[in-house]
Antibody, heavy 121, light 113 residues
Framework: QLQLQESGPGLVKPSETLSLTCTVS??????????WAWIRQTPERGLEWIGN???????YYNPSLKSRLTISIDSSKNQFSLKLSSVTAADTAIYYC?????????????WGRGTLVTVSS | DIVMTQSPDSLAVSLGERATINCKSS????????????LAWYQQKPGQPPILLIS???ARESGVPDRFSGSGSGTDFTLTITRLQAEDVAVYYC?????????FGGGTRVEIK
């Protein structure tokens, strides 16, 4: 059974880099499709797709975040990661990792429980 | 970007009655080559991640009760909950996956009247 678990600091200072990792169990991150995604949620902006990464390393980013965003895969640990630089209070959100159905773009049948990241000094 | 607009923001429905949630896309999410609408619906309860209910506008996910149904075409879609149950209290979201960036509606909160 597929499980996704986010991990990382819950508090990040403004202007610093937010880093999160998603550990995948029950599936391999090096499958051939672009399954792996990050999504965030805030009361103000609702659900916001951040980006997807394929096992090849190809990435698809939300243009609104692209200049600050890096998503990567670590096949040795069966994980994928998110780095968002130069954060502000507007980046405070619940961050979810998710698995896309059968490639990209597509819907999200599997989600992690989410992790709250607060940007504050 | 395709903007997804849901209405109403919230609604209160009596147990056993019907709840109707609307989702409008700023452009069609229909792709003629596949003859499909690239539209999904999710349910989210407090403190939990969203749960997929419906894909392709009307295809119910395995295990989703048949009181949940999706309909619509082009730019206008509806999620209907017939015979509302107490466990259906949640926020419901639509999502388009025709193009990037993937976008979600703002959500509709369903409560018991």
């Amino acid at each position: 059974q597929l499980q996704l678990q986010e991990s990382g600091p819950g508090l990040v200072k403004p202007s610093e880099t937010l880093s999160l990792t998603c550990t995948v169990s029950g599936a391999s991150v090096i499958s051939n499709l672009c399954y792996w995604a990050w999504i965030r949620q805030t009361p103000e902006r609702g659900l916001e797709w951040i980006g997807n990464i394929c096992s090849s390393g190809t990435t698809y980013y939300n243009p609104s975040l692209k200049s600050r965003l890096t998503i990567s895969i670590d096949s040795s640990k069966n994980q994928f990661s998110l780095k968002l630089s130069s954060v502000t209070a507007a980046d405070t959100a619940i961050y979810y990792c998710a698995k896309t159905f059968s490639g990209f773009p597509n819907w999200f049948p599997s989600w992690g429980r989410g992790t709250l990241v607060t940007v504050s000094s | 970007d395709i903007v997804m607009t849901q209405s109403p923001d919230s609604l209160a429905v009596s147990l056993g009655e019907r709840a109707t949630i609307n989702c409008k896309s700023s452009q069609s999410v229909f792709y003629s080559s596949t003859n499909k609408h690239y539209l999904a619906w999710y349910q989210q309860k407090p403190g939990q991640p969203p749960i997929l209910l419906i894909s392709w506008a009307s295809a119910r996910e395995s295990g989703v009760p048949d009181r949940f149904s999706g309909s619509g075409s082009g730019t206008d879609f509806t999620l209907t909950i017939t015979r509302l149950q107490a466990e259906d209290v949640a926020v419901y979201y639509c999502q388009q996956y025709l193009t990037t960036p993937i976008t979600f509606g703002g959500g509709t909160r369903v409560e018991i009247k």
